[in-house]
């Protein structure tokens, strides 16, 4: 059986969703709270499998419960019931640790699925919101990505990349370094291949975007480590 | 002509007090009418909805017919909400004359 608890400042709508899950023979609902600070109080009584949370709440917000639960009762799965399909409160809301953000106006069948799926460790966003979790994701991977990929390279690859940047053939990174011609070509291959970059052109202009100024002189190259920080 | 006594709390939903200009306050004043008077009240239709439907296909009708009977009500609590916002907003688009 899974346990529930609902909270909501509105009173015909917790009394809505009881009538809604009361029906499932799966499903109990064990408490009702109408304020953020009185969900907390109810979970640590009645430890219950679900809790269903809105957003907009007096005394304490969902959001703000939903972290304290989670942080407290980390068995508790908090899956927030919204009105806003805005991206900055179902941020928020996973932030918080919730294991689901389903609309108000979502489908009876979506609110019942969405608790069976808290309930056994799964996690659930309403099907119009996951593109703004993907886009995000994207976004974060597009920033952080470059960074974690000059972290990997080596002292002489991040050298050979900026003296790349600063135009010089092979021959002359080979002069300049004491290798051998082919060593460098080799050795450029690997960088390419590091991060993600077809030709010399595109190594040139990646490792500008990513602060590796092109050496004026190509003699003394600054500090290559603290630049890929 | 004396002034009548200044109401003792402002609100944009009085129509002694309504026309003041839009700024801030009143936007957020507004938005959470429609917040907690409409979409919460089309919120709980939608889910009567489902319930009726539902009760209907268990062959509760009587129970059905509740569920029918609080749409109802939501929806008349929905428009009174929006026909209050609508006013404000007209108010403080053509602010009565003094």
Redesign the interface.
């Known amino acids: 059986m899974i346990r529930v608890v609902l909270a909501d400042d509105?009173q015909?709508?917790r009394e809505?969703?009881r009538?809604?899950l009361d029906?499932e023979r799966d499903i109990q609902v064990v408490g009702e709270a109408e304020d953020g600070l009185d969900v907390q109080r109810l979970v640590g009584e009645l430890k219950p499998d679900v809790v269903l949370m809105d957003v907009?709440m007096a005394v304490v917000d969902g959001i703000s419960a939903t972290r304290e639960i989670t942080r407290q009762w980390p068995d508790v799965k908090v899956v927030v019931l919204s009105?806003h399909a805005e991206e900055a409160h179902l941020f928020q809301a996973l932030q918080a640790g919730a294991a689901g953000y389903v609309l108000?106006?979502a489908?009876?069948d979506q609110v019942i699925a969405a608790v069976r799926a808290a309930a056994n460790g799964g996690a659930v966003i309403a099907p119009g919101l996951t593109n703004k979790v993907l886009a995000e994701f994207r976004r974060m991977a597009s920033k952080l990505g470059p960074d974690d990929t000059l972290g990997h390279l080596t002292e002489v690859e991040l050298k050979l990349l900026q003296l790349v940047a600063s135009g010089l053939s092979n021959k002359e990174i080979a002069s300049k370094l004491c290798f051998a011609e082919s060593t460098v070509k080799n050795r450029l291959s690997v960088v390419f291949q590091k991060i993600g970059v077809a030709d010399r052109t595109q190594a040139a202009i990646y490792a500008i975007t990513q602060g590796l100024a092109p050496i004026s002189d190509a003699a003394e190259p600054p500090d290559v480590r603290s630049a890929a920080r | 002509m004396a002034d009548a006594d200044p109401p003792t709390q402002v609100s944009p939903f009085d129509a002694r007090t309504a026309g003041g200009p839009p700024t801030p306050e009143l936007c957020r004043t507004l938005a959470a009418r429609i917040?907690d008077d409409v979409?919460?009240s089309?919120?709980?239709c939608?889910?009567?909805a489902?319930?009726c439907h539902?009760l209907w296909e268990?062959g509760q009708p009587d129970q059905a017919l509740t569920?029918l009977s609080?749409i109802g009500d939501?929806l008349e609590a929905a428009v009174t909400a929006l026909r209050e916002v609508m006013n404000v907003l007209l108010a403080a688009a053509d602010p009565p004359k003094s």
């Open positions: 509105h015909l709508f809505g969703l009538r809604l029906p907009s009105m108000k106006t489908k009876a | 917040h979409l919460q089309l919120a709980l939608s889910l009567q489902e319930l539902r268990a569920e609080g939501g």
